[in-house]
């Protein structure tokens, strides 16, 4: 099982792309795994003969653990290959071995520190676990993720009373079911963080409408000698993009994070770009987009999105987001509120560009208008901080030449 990203101490797998016996060569795509952040395409490391292969589908594997064996001609599996399974889990479990729990004293003086993960640091604080009390199953007796979780859900003490609180059973509708989907993969890990920001960053929304009629001109004009540079033609979105990367480092609040008890203003724009992907959608990052002029915002912006549907992004294309955009326009949306992307402090949900009556020097004009909603986060930023970011945003948008 690779390590595809820092923090990860599990992978689920998710299918072989390779059939036991079959030739593969090395690079082509092997097997799916799933991380918290999306599935991803393994390549071979090694040509040769797929054998022994241990990982089926579902199973939560430990990375570093063999799943399968790649051969060279003549050459036979190892005999430890047939002795000892890989060690897997149902789906969602943690992927330790039992005992899931023990009762571990904290260390005394001149013991030293508890070693663990970053990821199982910060999960650990988010559930006031006290580290010094959790089993570590990693190398050297390092803590990881699952085994807070672990911990976390551990069966309370025989000694210990439990105070039940009734729960509220939500009744089904007595109509037929066509099917039962699990709420697992990237599904669940949204509806999590999701739910997690909902409930955590109390959200103001302000929304204006812009005239984007100097915008469209901008495009038009541009479509041929960009498309002939970099054989992409410009989209709104990426105009959209190129403005808010230009206007965020005047309002460094918008482009923040709330760390425990420090906000944290970022000096660079890592720009998400909400994509969908099957029926999830993705975060692909374009990194210092303050440093971008149009072409090079239109090829990052195409490259992500291609690369996004094909499931080929790295863990780390799709994580590190300073802001994030989220246009449903090209869906016929016209306006809609986005719940924030942790740890960000804001997002802008993007609407279809409308042609709207507009009063013009005295004039009813038809003009193509389209509205932008902020959400920010109450706790790092007032509602005047986002109202004149906004406000920019809107000004350079109607006058975007001064982008060029």
């Known amino acids: 099982m690779p390590k595809v990203d820092m923090v990860m101490d599990t992978g689920t ?3 072989w792309l390779k059939q036991e016996g079959d030739h593969v060569e090395k690079g082509e795509p092997l097997f799916i795994i799933l991380t918290d952040k999306a599935n991803i395409e393994i390549e071979a490391p090694a040509s040769g003969l797929l054998a022994g292969v241990r990982a089926q589908p579902d199973d939560v594997i430990p990375v570093s653990e063999v799943i399968a064996y790649i051969l060279k001609p003549g050459e036979s599996l190892p005999a430890a290959a047939e ?8 789906a969602g479990a943690p992927a330790i071995p039992e005992p899931l729990v023990s009762e571990v004293a ?3 003086p001149g013991e030293g520190k508890v070693r663990a993960t970053p990821l199982a640091r910060r999960l650990a604080a988010e559930l006031g676990i006290e580290l010094a009390h959790v089993p570590g199953r990693g190398p050297r007796g390092r803590i990881r993720k699952a085994d807070v979780l672990a911990f976390a859900e551990r069966p309370l003490p025989l000694s210990q009373p439990v105070v039940a609180a009734p729960a509220w059973q939500v009744v089904l509708p007595a109509a037929r079911r ?8 990237p599904r669940k890990i949204i509806a999590e963080r999701m739910a997690y920001s909902a409930f955590t960053a109390p959200h103001i929304t302000l ?3 812009v005239d984007m009629s100097e915008a469209t001109r901008l495009r038009a004009r541009l479509q041929e000698p960009i498309q002939q540079k970099t054989g992409q033609r410009p989209s ?3 105009i959209i993009a190129l403005a808010v990367a230009k206007v965020l480092p005047r309002h460094p609040y918008l482009n923040a994070s709330l760390h425990g008890e420090e906000i944290i203003l970022w000096d660079d724009v890592h720009l998400g770009i909400a994509t969908s992907v099957e029926d999830y959608l993705i975060v692909p990052v374009i990194r210092e987009a303050q440093s971008k002029n149009l072409a090079q915002i239109v090829v990052a912006l195409a490259d992500l999105t291609a690369r996004a549907r094909a499931k080929r992004l790295a863990p780390a294309e799709m994580s590190g987001s300073t802001f994030t955009i989220s246009n449903l326009g090209m869906f016929g949306i016209e306006t809609f509120t986005a ?3 942790p740890p960000e402090s804001a997002i802008l949900a993007v609407g279809r560009i409308v042609d709207t009556p507009v009063d013009a020097a005295g004039q009813i004009a038809l003009r193509p208008v389209m509205k932008l909603t902020l959400s920010a986060d109450h706790r790092v930023v007032d509602g005047v901080t986002a109202a004149r970011f906004l406000a920019e945003l809107k000004a350079t948008l109607e006058n975007p030449y001064l982008l060029i």
């Not at 002795?83 to 149902?90: E, G, I, L, Y």
């Open 339 to 341: 719940i924030i992307n």
């Open 13 to 15: 797998f998710v299918e």
């Open 207 to 209: 929304s204006l409408r």
């Open 106 to 108: 904290p260390p005394g």
């Open 83 to 90: 002795a000892r399974p890989a060690t897997t889990a149902p």
């Open 178 to 185: 066509k099917e039962v989907v699990p709420l697992a993969g």
């Open 236 to 238: 709104f979105t990426a």
